[in-house]
Antibody, heavy 124, light 110 residues
Framework: EVQLVESGGGLVQPGGSLRLSCVGS????????MSWVRQAPGKGLEWVAN????????YYADSVKGRFTISRDNAKNSLYLQMHSLRVEDTAVYYC?????????????????WGQGTLVTVSS | QPVLTQPPSASGTPGQRVTISCSGS????????VNWFQQLPGTAPKLLIY???QRPSGVPDRFSGSKSGTSASLAISGLQSEDEADYYC???????????FGGGTKLTVL
């Protein structure tokens, strides 16, 4: 059974830092692109960042570029999101999601599994 | 403002057919595959449709997707009370190199 389990959320002051983690199981983690998607309270889904299966490329939403860093450790089946210079508007539930296999380039399921989410609250 | 445009709300009665639209541009929907997600209250999103019109195993065939040009649609036939949820479309944008989502459509079953 595929599972994604996030951790690391919590309350942090504006300007602070936080590191989120996500552990995947039940699939070959090293063959999948992975993404973080967030959802502010009462708002819609917002894609944050993704990383290729081998960590060689990463992309970011403009709203987090330069402040957040996505990384992975395939030996530990783990995905990370290092967040710096946090703002009130970064308050959200952050979901780890399995994006696609490295070989499903043109078609195939996207974001077919999601974690339960971890809440990040930025407030003084 | 979300890059993909969805109506904020939709509604229907049990048994009816409803459609939800998603409008984009030539750099996202017009170029890449569209995905649809269902989010029930208090839960993580669930993949409903991928590659424009494909259903993952376990998704009822009451749900269908289509695409034409820079717009996509999600249709739900035989509406049921458990379909009451938020629905989102998403596509990769080849110009921005980011995933773009619609703002979401809240479906109410009357």
């Amino acid at each position: 059974e595929v599972q994604l389990v996030e951790s690391g959320g919590g309350l942090v002051q504006p300007g602070g830092s936080l590191r989120l983690s996500c552990v995947g199981s039940g699939f070959i983690f090293s063959t999948y692109y992975m993404s973080w998607v967030r959802q502010a309270p009462g708002k819609g889904l917002e894609w944050v960042a993704n990383i290729k299966h081998d960590g060689s490329e990463r992309y970011y939403a403009d709203s987090v570029k330069g402040r957040f860093t996505i990384s992975r450790d395939n030996a530990k089946n783990s995905l990370y999101l290092q967040m710096h210079s946090l703002r009130v508007e970064d308050t959200a539930v952050y979901y780890c999601t399995r994006e696609r296999t490295y070989y499903d380039i043109l078609t195939g399921p996207r974001f077919d599994y999601w974690g339960q989410g971890t809440l990040v609250t930025v407030s003084s | 403002q979300p890059v993909l445009t969805q109506p904020p709300s939709a509604s229907g009665t049990p048994g009816q057919r409803v459609t939800i639209s998603c409008s984009g541009s030539s750099s996202n929907i017009g170029f890449e595959i569209v995905n649809w997600f269902q989010q029930l209250p208090g839960t993580a999103p669930k993949l409903l449709i991928y590659s424009d019109d494909q259903r993952p195993s376990g998704v009822p065939d009451r749900f269908s997707g289509s695409k034409s040009g820079t717009s996509a649609s999600l249709a739900i036939s035989g509406l049921q009370s458990e379909d009451e949820a938020d629905y989102y479309c998403a596509a990769w944008d080849v110009s921005l190199n980011v995933w773009v989502f619609g703002g979401g459509t809240k479906l109410t079953v009357l």
